[in-house]
């Protein structure tokens, strides 16, 4: 397994939970990291990415200002805050790694990807 994330589970609306995403350091080396999640029924999207030095950063309009996206390369993990967690967050949260951060990152982006981890916000 090269990504692993966890941190998922249920937490009520208003809540907080943070996700964490380990690499393998095979292909942790100068690698942008994104998170995508998928609801039931709903196709993939978008979620945050973060370049390797961590100096760039991008978000979805539906979750900026609530989610933040981080890295330590110590650890080889990157990590999603996420506060004041609505029921529409409620999804599968996905990490996902490239070489390359492109400026409005799709999932074709992305070559490499973890297991999913649950998050269920309830109302």
């Known amino acids: 397994v090269q990504l692993q994330a966890s941190g998922g589970g249920v937490v009520q609306a208003g809540g907080s939970l943070r996700l964490s995403c380990v690499l393998s350091?095979?292909?942790?080396?100068?690698?942008?990291m994104g998170w995508f999640r998928q609801a039931p029924g709903k196709e993939r999207e978008f979620v945050a990415a973060i370049s390797w030095s961590g100096g760039v950063t991008y978000y979805a309009d539906s979750v900026k200002g609530r989610f933040t996206i981080s890295r330590d390369n110590a650890k080889n993990t990157v990590y999603l805050q996420m506060n004041s967690l609505k029921p529409e967050d409620t999804a599968v949260y996905y990490c996902?790694?490239?070489?390359?951060?492109?400026?409005?990152?799709?999932?074709?982006?992305?070559?490499?990807w973890g297991q999913g981890t649950l998050v269920t916000v309830s109302s």
């Open positions: 996902a790694a490239d070489r390359i951060l492109h400026s409005d990152p799709t999932s074709e982006d992305f070559g490499s």
């Open positions: 350091r095979r292909i942790y080396s100068s690698t942008a």
